[in-house]
């Protein structure tokens, strides 16, 4: 079964400074995709980034960008230029490729807080 | 395009009782998945729905159920509810074998 492990409860940012959120996943799959969404205290989980394991090239969007190590499965957010609508909880979450559901698998989640 | 949309966003019910929950999927998506996110938990997949048909379920007893209507909306049921139940409960849409899932806001349940 596939695991999704986020090892950091809590992390603290200053304002438009850069910080990096980890999380490892466990699976035998070789096709696989993962994501990062963001859940802020309105509750609606929002999609940040995604990757699929296929690809090499680490994916990027706006100011958040992802360092994806497959061999170590690990897949960690970093978030440049933080601004306050940044803190929330963010979630890792894992898919398998194809298969008959949209299964995603979650962490635990980090809490981001974004100091002024 | 309307987003995914949940209803009620809360309710309080006592143990044993029965509830169901209610979302509208996105414009153009046949596919619902429903999610239970316990209190500091990620969510926890219970099901999906396609084509009106339950094709995938989590670790979760026969207690939870579910349906998916011809307009691709669906229903969360839970019978004998325990204070476990206690979650928020998120129902996500997307396109059959689409990669992107689009959440709602929840519906937060509480058992007393």
């Known amino acids: 079964a596939q695991t999704v492990t986020q090892s950091q409860p809590e992390m603290s940012v200053q304002e438009a400074e850069t910080v990096t959120l980890s999380c490892t996943y466990d699976?035998?799959?070789?096709?696989?995709?993962l994501f990062w969404y963001k859940q802020p205290p309105s509750r609606q989980m929002i999609l940040v980034i995604r990757q699929e394991a296929y690809k090499q090239q680490n994916a990027t969007e706006n100011r958040f960008s992802v360092n994806f190590q497959k061999a170590a499965k690990s897949f960690s957010l970093k978030i440049s230029d933080s601004q306050l609508g940044d803190a929330a909880m963010y979630f890792c979450?894992?898919?398998?490729?194809?298969?008959?559901?949209?299964?995603?698998?979650f962490g635990t989640g980090t809490l981001l807080a974004v100091q002024p | 395009e309307t987003g995914v949309t949940q209803s009620p966003t809360h309710l309080i019910k006592t143990r044993g009782q029965q509830v169901t929950l209610r979302c509208s999927s996105q414009?153009?998506?046949?596919?619902v998945s429903w999610y239970q996110q316990a209190l500091g938990q990620g969510p926890q997949f219970i099901f999906q729905?396609?084509?009106?048909?339950?094709?995938g379920r989590g670790n979760f007893p026969p207690r939870f159920s579910g349906l998916q209507f011809p307009n691709y909306s669906s229903e969360l049921n839970v019978n004998a509810l325990e204070l476990d139940d206690s979650a928020l409960y998120l129902c996500?849409?997307?396109?059959?074998?689409?990669?992107?899932?689009?959440f709602g806001q929840g519906t937060r349940l509480t058992v007393v």
């Open positions: 699976t035998s799959e070789s096709d696989y995709y």
């Open positions: 979450a894992y898919r398998n490729y194809g298969g008959a559901t949209n299964k995603l698998i």
């Open positions: 729905y396609y084509r009106e048909e339950e094709n």
């Open positions: 414009s153009g998506h046949n596919t």
């Open positions: 996500a849409s997307s396109i059959h074998g689409n990669t992107e899932a689009f």
